[in-house]
């Protein structure tokens, strides 16, 4: 067990029952602020984003984004306490307003770079890299699972969340499923696994002054507030990406706003024709931020013909604005 620092001057952290979780390509600048037509305060994260590429690698590109993004928190990968500490310090600069450590991923290209699920088994060593994140103005936090291969038992999970808290970490998000890392990929460990509530709900139980969230299988709004009658917070992953219009009420049912009016997508569509225009004058093409449009409109006559005309025309190269105003149009004609 690592020496226990003072944390009675650690950074603030902010109670977010609600969240959507860090998704390799998906969850890149453009489809959060096209969450922020959905919800203001939902609790947003990057995809993951490594140390070493920040050391090595263009900052800008990988750290930048608008600030309608707020609350955003930065998720990264390493092992290398002093390249997870410049991590740190890069993201506090950037302004970030949380700093989020990857101990779920399993795949077997993050499993080769000895970061991700891999690094539950060992927590002294996540300690180290906790301790050395916890020294800027941010809140560190780490998402993990239940445990890896054959860790069975509930008291390593205990154990493990035990020792990365005494190293400063303040926020548990905890996908309910072990992770396999040989024999199952990165989809069949979000589905094959079984959930666990159970050990999130005691973990809760048992260490009440922490603050956890939880993470898989949820993908609706019920299933969030069912979570909340177990610990601190509901985090979505796929349901979030895939249908993002189902969780318009979210500042409504979690942070107690005014109900809204029915979110359509032609307004979400036309409040980010500026964000396109503006990525596009960067240099950006229009089909980065199309993309994530697609799943706005589902399940009604029409649909279907709808996101097949947005797709092609915003991946013709040199895809002009026009392909939105007049997404948008058509969606209005239909009273969508």
């Known amino acids: 067990m690592p020496a226990i620092p003072d944390h009675r001057h650690a950074p603030t952290l902010s109670p977010h029952p609600f969240s959507v979780a860090p998704m390799l390509d998906c969850t890149d600048r ?7 037509q959905v919800s203001s305060e939902a609790l947003l994260y990057t995809e993951m984003v490594v140390a070493q590429a920040l050391h090595y690698g263009h900052r800008q590109r990988l750290l930048d984004y608008d600030p309608v993004e707020h609350p955003l928190a930065l998720q990264v990968g390493g092992d290398d306490p002093l390249l997870l500490a410049e991590a740190a310090r890069m993201a506090e600069v950037w302004g970030y307003d949380e700093l989020n450590l990857n101990l779920g991923c399993p795949s077997e290209r993050v499993q080769a770079g000895r ?21 800027t103005s941010l809140p560190v936090t780490v998402k993990h699972r239940l445990g890896i291969d054959h860790q069975e038992s509930y008291d390593h999970l205990l154990a493990f969340v035990d020792t990365t808290a005494a190293a400063g970490a303040q926020r548990f998000i905890v996908h309910a499923r072990k992770a396999w890392l040989q024999g199952l990929n990165p989809k069949q460990n979000r589905t094959i696994p079984p959930l666990r ?25 019920a299933d969030c507030r069912q979570a909340l009658t177990l610990c601190d917070g509901a985090m979505v992953g796929r349901a979030a990406y895939d249908h993002p219009l189902c969780w318009a009420d979210v500042d409504a049912v979690f942070y107690g706003h ?3 009016h029915p979110l359509r997508p032609s307004a979400v569509v036309e409040a980010m024709i500026p964000y396109a225009q503006a990525h596009m004058a960067r240099g950006g093409r229009l089909w980065d931020v199309a993309r994530h449009l697609l799943q706005l409109v589902q399940g009604v006559p029409g649909a279907r013909a709808w996101r097949r005309r947005l797709g092609e025309g915003a991946m013709v190269r040199g ?10 149009e058509a969606l209005m004609e239909h009273g969508w």
């Open 115 to 135: 970061f991700g699920a891999c690094l539950m088994a060992e927590p002294d060593h996540v300690a180290r890299c906790i301790e050395a994140m916890a020294t």
């Open 319 to 328: 895809a002009g604005l026009q392909v939105l105003q007049q997404a948008a």
């Open 30 to 36: 453009h489809f959060r602020v096209l969450m922020r």
């Open 197 to 221: 509530y159970d050990w999130v709900a005691r973990l809760k139980q048992e260490r009440p002054h922490l603050c956890i969230v939880l993470n898989g299988g949820l993908t609706t709004m």
């Open 258 to 260: 005014a109900p809204r």
